[in-house]
T-cell receptor
Framework: SAVISQKPSRDICQRGTSLTIQCQVD?????MFWYRQQPGQSLTLIAT?????????ESGFVIDKFPISRPNLTFSTLTVSNMSPEDSSIYLC????????FGEGSRLTVL | QKEVEQNSGPLSVPEGAIASLNCTYS??????FFWYRQYSGKSPELIMF????GDKEDGRFTAQLNKASQYVSLLIRDSQPSDSATYLC????????????FGSGTRLQVQP
């Protein structure tokens, strides 16, 4: 099974700043996704990170707010831009490698 | 309208009992369904998936799918305190896992 490392695991951020979350997988995977899990809520898909092309965003999420990079088949980043307290959430990287595996998540608190 | 609905719980069962977790979905195009378990502060882990109508058993877990009723369930036999977690139901539009739509989860508490 794929092993996914995310960092930072948690951070406290100031309003208006941006933070980049990194996701590293121990094997090459075609499909990588970014999910958000707001407090007490379930997982919501933000986007599919496509290697070599622009990410595919779900309704309600835009590239300016959540720019995503996917330079190769083992790595992706998600940036949460111009953060507000409403962005306080857990952000999860996931990959499809036979199953859908999740990283441990990055818990962001925006003050 | 949520596409995948679950009762948030908590569902409380005594140790050794059968826990029954239910999920309904609105997208008739959904072809594949998954149950994930999420411990507090941890990421979700896949328990079972089911594509066809009927039952699918794996150890103490049985997933049930009824596409006509748009209903999915997870039965946990001989519930253990270690089963206490939030269980997420998810649906996908093809048999690949791809992008899944998750329910809000049901919190299960197994009382020792």
């Amino acid at each position: 099974s794929a092993v996914i490392s995310q960092k930072p695991s948690r951070d406290i951020c100031q309003r208006g700043t941006s933070l980049t979350i990194q996701c590293q997988v121990d094997s090459q995977v075609t499909m990588m996704f970014w999910y958000r899990q707001q407090p007490g809520q379930s997982l919501t898909l933000i986007a599919t990170a496509n290697q070599g092309s622009e990410a595919t965003y779900e309704s309600g999420f835009v590239i300016d707010k959540f720019p995503i990079s996917r330079p190769n088949l083992t790595f992706s980043t998600l940036t949460v831009s111009n953060m507000s307290p409403e962005d306080s959430s857990i952000y999860l990287c996931s990959v499809e490698d036979g199953e859908l595996f999740f990283g441990e998540g990055s818990r962001l608190t925006v003050l | 309208q949520k596409e995948v609905e679950q009762n948030s719980g908590p569902l409380s069962v005594p140790e050794g009992a059968i826990a029954s977790l239910n999920c309904t979905y609105s997208d008739r195009g959904s072809q594949s369904f998954f149950w994930y378990r999420q411990y507090s502060g941890k990421s979700p882990e896949l328990i079972m998936f089911i594509y066809s109508n009927g039952d699918k058993e794996d150890g103490r877990f049985t997933a049930q799918l009824n596409k006509a009723s748009q209903y999915v369930s997870l039965l946990i036999r001989d519930s253990q305190p270690s089963d206490s977690a939030t269980y997420l139901c998810a649906g996908g539009r093809d048999t690949g896992r791809r992008a899944l739509t998750f329910g809000s989860g049901t919190r299960l508490q197994v009382q020792p």
